[in-house]
């Protein structure tokens, strides 16, 4: 049975200025300091240098994000299954739910998205796919056969894309197979390998939080969405600022920051940044929405299965990077308790 979202939590939010969400090159670039003195070839040495200083903190980044999953995916495969998402709850759901219980509510978080975004099994029109970050590929499978559609998948992690490439044949949905329906690549999202207007449906579950030009990323789904084509972002957010903050709180950046080292993630935003961008490029059927009630018993769950006799030993045999993921997920609960972290949807619609 499907969780009916309360009305409080599809969130119409007014349009502000988005200015933590420029791109690392020109961020870096407004700082640099004016003089009347400077001459014109030292500012163009100076900018080209921040240029490729900045260029160089994103690689290293995605270097970094490629090497987390990399080591993790196998240890979140084993304990978990294929889908690497938080799982859809109702408000009231313990934590001590069954193993199955918690991945039927990641498969319900699938299903919840579509729903939100009105794509419906019935929709003719979901043709071609492109799954953002795509992880092992759950998703990709999962959307791949309810719609019977071709999805291609796209991640950072070699590891990643193999195996899920390795679970698609397994499930005769590869590119291998006559049903020619799903693929999975190494590719960054920010530089997409694909054509304009292509997919019908763009799905981006759970990576925004990663992209260091949040800008960019959004420009990209947009770019690759066919006309008419549905766009869903389902990312980790911090909360909207009140009217007259510029900045979160130090405590609260603080937390943020903590959990950034582990997790490998840049500067986070707000679901209603997201929403200022989606605006300023004209989609259509623009909507957001608050789950983070609905997804508060994942992180308590994934620590619970961690502290097993199974968990820890996989923990200790994947590695370093696993460990130290482990041990920030309190972080995680806490932020979501202090309402500094917000788990959101925001959906919308490329015009035809």
Same mark, same amino acid.
């Given at each position: 049975m499907k969780a009916t979202?309360?009305?409080?939590?599809l969130i119409s939010l007014p349009r502000h200025k988005v200015s933590s969400l420029r791109s690392p090159s020109l961020f870096l670039q407004s700082q640099r300091p004016s003089s009347a003195l400077m001459t014109t070839t030292a500012a163009s040495r100076g900018s080209v240098a921040m240029t490729a200083a900045a260029t160089s903190s994103v690689e290293a980044l995605q270097e970094g994000i490629a090497e987390f999953y990399n080591e993790t995916s196998g240890l979140w495969e084993e304990i978990w299954?294929?889908?690497?998402?938080?799982?859809?709850?109702?408000?009231?759901?313990?934590? #001590?739910?069954?193993?199955?219980?918690?991945?039927?509510? #990641?498969?319900?978080?699938?299903?919840?998205?579509?729903?939100?975004a009105g794509v419906t099994e019935e929709e003719k029109?979901?043709?071609?796919?492109v799954d953002v970050g795509c992880g092992i590929g759950g998703s990709s499978r999962y959307i791949a056969s309810k719609f019977g559609a071709e999805c291609i998948g796209i991640t950072l992690s070699p590891v990643q894309a193999k195996r899920a490439n390795d679970l698609a044949t397994a499930q005769s949905l590869s590119h291998k197979t006559p049903l020619d329906r799903v693929s999975f690549q190494v590719a960054d999202a920010l530089e997409q390998p694909f054509e304009d207007g292509i997919f019908d449906l763009v799905w981006s579950m759970e990576s925004g939080e990663h992209m260091p030009d949040k800008a960019k990323f959004v420009k990209e789904l947009v770019r690759v969405a066919a006309p008419g084509g549905r766009i869903i972002i389902v990312t980790w957010c911090h909360r909207n600022l009140s009217q007259g903050e510029e900045a979160l709180q130090p405590w609260e #950046?603080?937390?943020?920051?903590?959990?950034?080292?582990t997790f490998y993630l840049p500067a986070w935003c707000s679901t209603s940044d997201y929403v200022d961008l989606l605006q300023s490029l004209s989609? #259509?059927?623009?909507?957001?929405?608050?789950?983070?009630?609905? +997804?508060?018993?994942?992180?308590?769950? +994934?620590?619970?299965?961690?502290?097993?006799?199974?968990g820890l030993v996989?923990?200790?045999?994947?590695?370093?990077?696993?460990i130290k993921g482990a041990l920030t997920m309190p972080l995680m609960i806490e932020g979501y308790k202090k309402g500094v972290i917000k788990f959101g949807i925001i959906t919308c619609q490329k015009p035809l």
């Open positions: 979202l309360a009305p409080s939590s299954g294929d889908h690497m998402h938080h799982g859809f709850y109702d408000p009231d759901s313990s934590v #001590q739910l069954s193993d199955s219980g918690h991945r039927e509510a #990641q498969i319900r978080m699938i299903e919840e998205s579509l729903r939100f029109k979901i043709k071609r796919v #950046q603080n937390l943020l920051d903590r959990i950034c080292k989609l #259509q059927d623009i909507k957001c929405a608050d789950w983070s009630e609905n +997804v508060a018993p994942f992180w308590p769950a +994934v620590i619970r299965t961690a502290l097993t006799w199974k996989s923990l200790l045999r994947s590695g370093m990077k696993s």
